[in-house]
């Protein structure tokens, strides 16, 4: 069992920046990948990073890119999320999830993802 407590979210104006994190407990961190995803209202879940047990792997969805950067500290068992020039459309409820088996194989796919935080909301403002 993986328990996911996110953190970090909050009110910004667009082009500002938001660090979120996300900690881990109840296995070993580092021995699964973690990913960020973000639901928007009136919209589906979509992947935004992941990053692979190591850290040397990274991924993210194109609307990102340049903008966002992922990474994890394995000693504090936690992931972050640096979010720069930030966008009313990055306004979203943001979520960390592990995934336990196979690595980062599939981990833009959320329904691979086996732990899931509660969320934190973070609002760009125009």
């Known amino acids: 069992q993986v328990q996911l407590v996110e953190s970090g979210g909050g009110l910004v104006q667009a082009g500002g920046s938001l660090r979120l994190s996300c900690v881990a407990s109840?296995?070993?961190?580092?021995?699964?990948?973690m990913g960020w995803f973000r639901q928007a209202p009136r919209k589906e879940r979509e992947f935004v990073a992941g990053?692979?047990?190591?850290?040397?792997?990274?991924y993210y969805v194109e609307s990102v890119k340049g903008r966002f950067t992922i990474s994890r500290d394995n000693a504090k068992n936690t992931v972050y999320l640096q979010m720069n020039s930030l966008k009313p459309e990055d306004t979203a409820v943001y979520y960390c999830?592990?995934?336990?088996?196979?690595?980062?194989?599939?981990?833009?796919?959320?329904?691979?993802?086996?732990?899931w935080g509660k969320g934190t909301l973070v609002t760009v403002s125009s």
């Open positions: 990053i692979s047990r190591s850290g040397r792997r990274i």
């Open positions: 109840g296995r070993t961190f580092s021995g699964y990948a």
């Open positions: 999830a592990s995934k336990v088996d196979y690595g980062d194989f599939g981990i833009s796919d959320s329904y691979r993802m086996d732990y």
